[in-house]
């Protein structure tokens, strides 16, 4: 059974450029969320999906955004980019909508902002 | 500017010794939490959870300790092996709050030879 597939692994941007990241859940799992991972903040929650809606969203600002498709697949958006959006970005999917339950991490989508 | 990372605490342990990891968590709403291990390139791959109604789960060589009142978990790993270095987090959520996890700042396991 695959895992949770981010793409692209790794970008390299410029500020002021936009960026998507996709990400493929696991199969059958409808629920998909982002992370954002740095070494000053951590690993921090940007969105949650489940069933093409979001249902939670962190503190990040509107520059940020995802979606999800019927396919569960996900992607998330970082407009207007600036030097503090490098970072890792996380995937997860689950089977429930449920707030237990284990979270499969995909491999993440490193991006950097120059 | 200079950025400030997060200083991970470090647990430095000889390769067969226990293991004890430490999380103090922030919410005393959480009802659910989990430990994760995130080793270097990868994403966090999950090690146990356990439920606020539980104050011990066991697995496979890890067990989880869960003190509500102090708002404390630990994971403690049995017989600890190189393939055991990286770093830990402990997560907590709370019902209501979908799947929106908030993640300790981890710890960095190293196993000594």
């Known amino acids: 059974k695959a895992g949770v597939t981010q793409t692209p692994r790794y970008l390299i941007k410029t500020r002021g450029q936009q960026v998507t990241l996709s990400c493929s859940p696991i199969s059958g799992h409808r629920s998909v969320s982002w992370y954002q991972q740095t070494p000053g903040q951590g690993l921090q929650f940007l969105f949650e999906?489940?069933?093409?809606?979001?249902?939670n969203k962190g503190n990040f600002p509107g520059r940020f955004s995802g979606r999800q498709f019927s396919n569960s697949r996900s992607e998330m958006n970082v407009s207007t980019l600036e030097l503090g959006d490098s970072a890792l970005y996380l995937c997860?999917?689950?089977?429930?909508?449920?707030?237990?339950?284990?979270?499969?991490f995909g491999e993440g989508s490193r991006l950097t902002v120059l | 500017g200079e950025s400030v990372g997060l200083h991970l605490p470090t647990l430095s342990v000889q390769e067969g010794d226990n293991s004890i990891i430490n999380c103090a968590y922030s919410n005393s709403a959480s009802d659910y939490f989990i430990w994760y291990k995130q080793e270097s390139g990868k994403g966090p791959q999950f090690i146990i959870d356990?439920?606020?109604?539980?104050d011990k789960r066991q697995g496979q060589r890890v067990t989880v300790l869960l003190n509500k009142t102090v708002k404390h978990l630990s994971l403690q790993i049995a017989a600890t092996q190189p393939g055991d270095s990286a770093v830990y987090f402990c997560a907590e959520n709370y019902s209501g709050s979908a799947r929106q996890l908030t993640f300790g700042s981890g710890t960095q396991l190293t196993v000594l030879p």
């Open positions: 997860a999917s689950s089977l429930t909508e449920s707030e237990a339950g284990e979270l499969f």
């Open positions: 356990i439920r606020s109604n539980m």
């Open positions: 999906y489940f069933s093409e809606t979001q249902r």
